[in-house]
């Protein structure tokens, strides 16, 4: 005889309710409710084919998913890969152990890597061109000698061996500068205390974004102090070589009691054979064309973004130098380096001028600072001879230094051409007087 399910609910329930009533124990209690677990489990293992009864109770669903398995803790490594079900199929489990963490990385000294290895991402569509970019500092005044100021592009022409060029590039913008300063220390010692005087007024006309180094020449070149921005460290160096003397005004002396060597009676030397001392005045050396050289090669290496100036104090006697003229002009015309000078001592009387034109043997030259000047676009020398116009003329020189138009053109390129290349500028207006260098040989990089 079969039971109903609620049958056994009934009965289970009121032979609970009694044994709450009398106090009686709940033993035996649980037997109906096992004996249908039992069932249940007896029936879930029959075959899909046959039909459950009607009247027996509900068994655990064989729909329902299993629970969810604990995976024991596995220590990182590779993930393992899923194995193929009967069907072919890839059984992927639904929680994925979490990824092993990345090995660490090895890095090499900048240079150590192998060449012949490509990194897509780095100069693999770099291409490089060289190119010949020519910039041209101009001044521009008017007959009075006035800086001429408010000019356009359009009031520039630029020719280029005999050619006309288009501007890429035109500024009135002041720069900064980087100047090498060039003091003469052989000159008489009155000229060389005069320019003592005037030091001050030297660090002054610099602008505090300016930078500046110190040489001095006579028979060597020295480099005094390096380029610096900082006016006391000018200002402490000048002040130190206020105590160097300038060379003795008066002829050599070359006999009596104060030439140089033993003591003479009637032209003999005292105790010894009556022979006719030769006395051969030391050589003199002004070496101005190796002081402009050293200081161009120094200043070649100063920022592209300033503009590079020799400023020269001496009286502009050039003597003994090993470099030539023709060689340091070249150095100054392929590094875009202009030479400006004030002319002291007797380089600034009007028949000394004269008369330095003209070359004699064992005096060298007195006109090499106007050909510097003029050659690297550098305006006129100053020649000045009281202090005051000596310090006006510090502040007029960096004045038109910093202000200059500048012109920048692309030349058509000559392969592996090193040739000499002429430029002129002109202003299409009347009456003014146009400063620039007068040509450039071009740079290595742009052949």
Do not use: C
Not at 265 to 285: D, K, L, M, S
Not at 287 to 314: H, M, W
Not at 324 to 341: E, F, G, H, P
Request: positive net charge.
């Amino acid at each position: 005889m079969a039971l109903k399910r609620s049958d056994v609910r009934g009965t289970g329930a009121r032979k609970a309710l009694l044994a709450l009533a009398f106090g009686l124990p709940l033993v035996g209690l649980a037997g109906p409710a096992l004996w249908a677990q039992s069932a249940g489990q007896t029936q879930s293992q029959t075959p899909s084919s046959a039909q459950p009864a009607q009247d027996l109770p509900d068994a655990p669903s064989t729909v329902q998913p299993p629970p969810k398995p604990t995976f024991p803790d596995v220590p990182p490594g590779p993930a393992p890969r899923p194995e193929p079900a009967p069907n072919g199929t890839s059984q992927t489990p639904e929680e994925k152990p979490a990824p092993p963490p990345m090995p660490p990385i090895e890095t090499l000294p900048p240079g150590t890597g192998p060449r012949n290895q490509i990194n897509p991402g780095e100069d693999l569509y770099k291409i490089s061109v060289s190119t010949n970019f020519v910039q041209v500092p101009v001044m521009v005044k008017d007959s009075s000698g006035r800086r001429v100021d408010g000019l356009l592009p359009r009031d520039f022409t630029v020719l280029e061996n005999g050619k006309k060029q288009t501007l890429k590039f035109f500024s009135s913008d002041p720069l900064q500068l980087s100047v090498a300063i060039v003091l003469d220390i052989g000159m008489p010692d009155v000229v060389v205390q005069k320019v003592e005087q005037t030091y001050s007024a030297l660090v002054g006309a610099l602008s505090p974004y300016d930078e500046a180094a110190i040489y001095t020449y006579s028979s060597t070149v020295s480099q005094v102090t390096d380029f610096t921005r900082q006016p006391e460290k000018l200002t402490a160096t000048l002040n130190q070589l206020k105590d160097v003397r300038g060379r003795n005004d008066g002829p050599a002396v070359l006999s009596g009691p104060l030439a140089a060597g033993p003591p003479t009676v009637n032209g003999a030397p005292v105790g010894g054979p009556t022979i006719q001392p030769v006395n051969t005045p030391p050589r003199e050396a002004h070496v101005l064309n190796d002081a402009i050289l050293r200081a161009a090669l120094d200043l070649s290496k100063r920022e592209r973004t300033r503009r590079k100036v020799i400023f020269v104090i001496s009286d502009g006697r050039e003597l003994g130098s090993r470099a030539s003229y023709r060689d340091v002009l070249r150095v100054l015309q392929t590094r875009d380096i202009q030479v400006k000078a004030v002319v002291v001592g007797s380089g600034s009387l009007p028949v000394f001028r004269q008369v330095g034109k003209i070359h004699l043997p064992e005096q060298g030259y007195s006109d090499i600072l106007p050909r510097y000047s003029s050659a690297t676009g550098g305006g006129d020398v100053q020649h000045e001879l009281s202090r005051n116009a000596i310090e006006d003329a510090y502040t007029a020189i960096t004045s038109e230094a910093r202000n200059q138009y500048t012109l920048g053109y692309a030349p058509q390129a000559i392969t592996g051409s090193s040739a000499y290349r002429d430029i002129n500028v002109l202003v299409d207006h009347k009456g003014l007087k146009v400063y620039a260098k007068d040509g450039y040989y071009p740079t290595p990089s742009a052949r």
